[in-house]
């Protein structure tokens, strides 16, 4: 079992990434983003309080997240790996996922951190604002998404370098040579 978390900010290009990842490695794809629409669109319980913290541009607390992210890993017992996206966003979530993963007699191996400046990721997300009309992708809701990362989620990576596990991938450029440097990571 093989499992990698691709970070980077909101239209980083980890969604794009993680669906050609899947198709070659066969991963479970865990997307935090994913999971909170799917609660939000079905207006489950826990979906209810994830629509009010989301609309609010501010980051789920890491107790609900983590319940959702164990709830997934223990449907898919007989998985080749997962493949995390959107998670970790702090050290505490990283050090539970550890934990977690260490429990269930597995890890993270891989953290592929896909490097893209503000300034590429503002103009991806105008594209895909008039293209998927996402409403994390409302500009106030967006720049609270991207003073998140760039002021708090950032901080994730020393954590995951001091352990040897960061792996920093161009994150501009042609999709598919991203993707090859990201292979590169997963084979080695």
């Known amino acids: 079992m093989i499992n990698t978390v691709i970070f980077g900010p909101p239209g980083a290009g980890k969604g794009t990434q993680s669906d050609k990842l899947i198709q070659k490695y066969g991963f479970i794809h865990i997307s935090t983003g994913d999971l909170f629409r799917w609660h939000t669109k079905n207006d489950t319980p826990l979906g209810k309080k994830v629509k009010e913290i989301m609309n609010s541009g501010a980051l789920v607390p890491d107790d ?6 164990k709830e997934e890993l223990d449907k898919n017992p007989n998985a080749k790996g997962f493949l995390f996206d959107g ?6 979530q990283a050090e539970a996922l550890d934990r977690f993963m260490k429990e269930n007699g597995t890890a ?5 951190a ?10 991806r997300i105008a594209k895909r604002r008039n293209t998927e009309n996402r409403v994390d992708d409302e500009e106030e809701k967006l720049n609270k998404r991207i ?6 989620t950032i901080h994730v990576l020393p954590f995951y370098k001091e ?26």
């Open 64 to 69: 609900i997240t983590i319940a959702m992210l």
């Open 87 to 92: 998670f970790p966003r702090t050290v505490p």
């Open 108 to 112: 993270i191996h891989h953290v592929i």
């Open 114 to 123: 896909l490097d893209v400046t503000e300034q590429e990721v503002r103009g």
């Open 147 to 152: 003073s998140e990362y760039f002021g708090k």
């Open 163 to 188: 352990q040897k596990r960061l792996n920093t991938v161009d994150g501009i450029g042609n999709i598919d040579d991203i993707f090859k440097s990201i292979c590169k990571v997963i084979d080695a």
